[in-house]
Nanobody, 114 residues
Framework: QVRLVESGGGLVQAGGSLRLSCAAS????????LDWYRQAPAKQRDVVAT???????NYSDSVEGRFTISRDNARNTVYLHMNSLQPEDTGVYYC????????WGQGTQVTVSS
């Protein structure tokens, strides 16, 4: 069974940084594409970053240039490095992958104060 466990969220002031981690198990991690999603209060869950098995990354316009997604295949972990955080980045951040079916982590809360 695939399991995704996020960590690293917290409260940070505007302009600050955080690094989120998503530890995966139950899958051949190095072959997987992984996504980070964000769900702001009262809004839908939207993708913010994706990394393929080859390490190619894509970002939503709202985080391009501020967030960096990376992966460590030796640790079966994907990261989201978030810089220049703004209050609109507040939300629950989820890790997602598709491995025969879709899997989600439980999410980690990020709160950016102004």
């Amino acid at each position: 069974q695939v399991r995704l466990v996020e960590s690293g969220g917290g409260l940070v002031q505007a302009g600050g940084s955080l690094r989120l981690s998503c530890a995966a198990s139950g899958m051949a991690f190095k072959y997987a594409t992984l996504d980070w999603y964000r769900q702001a209060p009262a809004k839908q869950r939207d993708v913010v970053a994706t990394i393929t098995s080859s390490g190619a990354a894509n970002y939503s316009d709202s985080v391009e240039g501020r967030f960096t997604i990376s992966r460590d295949n030796a640790r079966n972990t994907v990261y989201l490095h978030m810089n220049s955080l703004q209050p609109e980045d507040t939300g629950v951040y989820y890790c997602r992958t598709f491995w025969r079916r879709e899997f989600w982590g439980q999410g980690t809360q990020v709160t950016v104060s102004s």
